[in-house]
């Protein structure tokens, strides 16, 4: 299997989980011995805002060069935002970065949809096909969920942030055939929760796996 490599620290819990879901998978598919288990190399980078007005990409670049350098045939950024960057990002490196808005459309065969993550996933229509109807969140949760995600992220009033995750997805699960939970923060969140919920850490972890 081909070395798999995870530029992560965007943020780091949810980089932690991403990881644990590749054994996971892999457990799945009969993986029992330490040497069946694929190489992962995970480099966790104190990782800038990427769309702040004057975003600094360096580090992201410099993650990516070192993932190359160490081996890495195929990239994953533990970060749904980031893959609206996904072509400046590609042209830094030689190594393929799964392409994640494409896995997405793959699984993604129901009709109404409710996209949970963070405002420039959910506004700049990242996950948004032709042919599907979405439901949409306000503006008011668009931003509360933004301030849940945020603080998740630095482990702040986890237990709160959590909950009002728990409850928005609750409140729109049977007006939405799907939940596409599309933030990794918030997969973390969700992941024991009985909703019907498709999960991008999932579909990222299943195709590190090809």
Request: with cysteine.
């Amino acid at each position: 299997m081909k070395k798999i490599g995870i530029l992560g620290g965007i943020g780091p819990e949810s980089t932690a989980e991403l990881y644990l879901r590749i054994i996971q998978k892999a457990q799945t598919k009969g993986v029992r011995r330490n040497t069946d288990y694929p190489h992962i190399i995970i480099n966790s980078i104190p990782a800038p805002e990427l769309f702040s007005k004057n975003p600094n990409l360096k580090p992201y670049i410099q993650g990516f060069k070192a993932l190359e350098k160490a081996g890495a045939k195929k990239i994953l950024i533990a970060c749904n935002t980031a893959y609206l960057l996904l072509n400046t990002f590609q042209k830094t490196t030689k190594i393929p970065i799964i392409n994640l808005r494409r896995e997405v459309k793959k699984k993604l065969t129901a009709q109404k949809i409710l996209i949970l993550g963070t405002h420039n996933t959910i506004k700049q229509g990242l996950f948004r096909f032709s042919g599907k109807k979405y439901i949409e969140l306000t503006d008011s949760e668009i931003k509360k969920l933004d301030k849940a995600i945020f603080e998740l992220n630095q482990g702040k009033n986890k237990k709160k942030n959590e909950l009002f995750v728990i409850n928005l997805a609750k409140k729109y699960s049977k007006k939405a055939d799907k939940i596409l939970v599309a933030c990794t923060e918030l997969s973390v969140a969700l992941k024991n929760q009985k909703l019907p919920i498709i999960d991008t850490m999932d579909i990222l972890a299943e195709a590190a796996l090809r």
